[in-house]
């Protein structure tokens, strides 16, 4: 029998597992399902295929011949996310088969309603997102074995090979760094509640080492992704249709609304984890990126949405820099400044990463048109150099959010 602690622990004010996070794996989804109900099994078969479908150039006449099935039969939130993404991935080979040059105007009804029907009972937008993407995008090849990225693999790929399965598999590992630094969140504040000054020190020291540990993991994209495939290959696959001049009108979905839609798209802005620590920790950003910032909660599951809000009431407009601040305790203050400059840290390396990824590779590509041809056309997305997945200046933009950041130190 195990000893009964002398102390009851006061409850903690917020549960995370009612805002559907683990303990275990934070925002990722835990063990995703990797086959839907055998009804399903065109959608399977398709999204199987997809890298090969793309690059051959077959994707859209086998959409075409896709019978239009009912999403009636599924059952549970797991299997509606498995769908979301089949149906995301399927879709975002549809729009940009031909590249950007060819995109289509117009998704037809037998894939457009069941994904509109999939994505309002999950409350998701009709989009790949990072929910689908990465959240629910991973298995482990030997169920017992670590999550470590040797031992892990996409369930739905898309063309660009060991570098598409890189960049899923590393963002993965950067959430997954993050779990620690999430099951702070609640103990943080409960500790504030009950003026708890060692307990909230604790807290705040493994949110810090979590946000260093998710700098380490993002340095691993290095390791396995190769700048030139992200760019030429992987990058359109992740475009929206919303402020795109490939796609100035949005796309329509047959069946479902006359009207075309526009949705941003995939972009980890839509990971919960930074949301949640800049509201723990009370970072404002300047009115354009925060609006930014703040449409991407629109592509968030709707409980992992919830968890930023419940946070945005609980610690707006910060008490807890007040309560750190009237402490006068200086090992609270050393630990919530390394909290911050922990990711201050992340977005200054994540800014190097993208200026690689994109800026770099951008003018590799304008120097040598050609030397690798992209899958679905062999041109890089030209229109998307220099801007963001929504069109936002993507530089300026992400020095604002790390700038603003750095300002969120207690320096009295
Ligand atoms: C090759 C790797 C990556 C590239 C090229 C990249 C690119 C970008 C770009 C262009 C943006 C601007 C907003 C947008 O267009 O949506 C952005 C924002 C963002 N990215 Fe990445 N990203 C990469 C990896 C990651 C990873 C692994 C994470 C961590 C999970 C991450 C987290 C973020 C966050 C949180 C933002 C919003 C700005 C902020 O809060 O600082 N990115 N990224």
Redesign the pocket.
């Known amino acids: 029998m195990e000893a009964t602690e002398d102390t009851e622990e006061p409850p903690l004010p917020l549960a995370l597992s009612s805002f559907q996070v683990s303990e275990e794996f934070g925002f990722l989804l835990s063990n995703p399902l990797t086959e839907l109900p055998a009804p399903y099994g065109p959608w399977m078969d398709i999204a199987r295929q997809l890298p090969q479908l793309i690059v051959s150039h077959q994707l859209r006449s086998r959409v075409h011949q896709m019978p239009q099935l009912s999403p009636q039969h599924l059952r549970g939130h797991e299997e509606l996310r498995l769908a979301h993404l089949v149906l995301g991935f399927i879709t975002m080979g549809y729009v940009w088969q031909e590249g950007e040059k060819g995109p289509v105007q117009v998704l037809p009804r037998n894939l457009a309603i069941p994904y509109w029907e999939v994505s309002q009972a999950l409350g998701l937008p009709p989009i790949l997102s990072h929910a689908d993407f990465?959240l629910a995008n991973w298995r482990r090849k030997d169920p017992n074995g670590p999550v470590e990225i040797e031992n892990l693999d996409t369930i739905i790929s898309l063309p660009g090979g060991e570098s598409l399965r890189g960049?899923i598999l590393?963002?993965l590992l950067?959430?997954r760094a993050a779990v620690p630094g999430i099951k702070a969140i609640p103990r943080a504040l409960g500790a504030m509640g009950q003026r708890d000054e060692d307990t909230l020190h604790r807290a705040l020291e493994q949110l810090a080492g979590a946000i260093e540990a998710?700098s380490r993991?993002?340095r691993r994209?290095h390791d396995y992704?190769d700048p030139e495939v992200?760019y030429t290959v992987i990058?359109i696959f992740l475009s929206g249709w919303k402020d795109n001049p490939a796609m100035p009108h949005g796309l329509i979905y047959e069946g479902v609304s006359p009207e075309p839609m526009a949705f941003?798209?995939g972009?980890?802005?839509q990971?919960t984890?930074?949301?949640a620590f800049?509201e723990l920790l009370g970072i404002c950003h300047h009115q354009d990126s925060a609006a930014?910032?703040h449409r991407?909660r629109d592509y968030m599951p709707p409980a992992h949405r919830a968890l930023v809000q419940e946070l945005h009431g609980a610690v707006s407009p910060c008490p807890l820099r007040q309560h750190i601040l009237s402490s006068g305790d200086q090992r609270l203050r050393a630990a919530f400044n390394r909290c911050v400059a922990a990711l201050t840290a992340f977005?200054s390396h994540?800014i190097t990463?993208?200026t690689?990824?994109?800026s770099i590779a951008a003018a590799r590509a304008r120097a040598e048109p050609g030397a690798r041809a992209g899958p679905a056309g062999g041109q890089p997305p030209s229109a998307l150099e220099t801007?963001?997945?929504?069109g936002?200046h993507?530089f300026s933009?992400?020095k604002s959010?790390?700038d603003s950041?750095r300002e969120g130190m207690i320096n009295a």
């Not at 801007?387 to 929504?390: F, H, P, Q, S, V």
């Open positions: 990465v960049f590393v963002t950067v959430e998710m993991a993002l994209m992704v992200f990058r941003s798209g972009s980890a802005a990971s984890v930074l949301h800049d930014f910032l991407m977005r994540h990463v993208v690689k990824y994109i801007k963001g997945t929504e936002s993507i933009f992400l959010v790390r950041t």
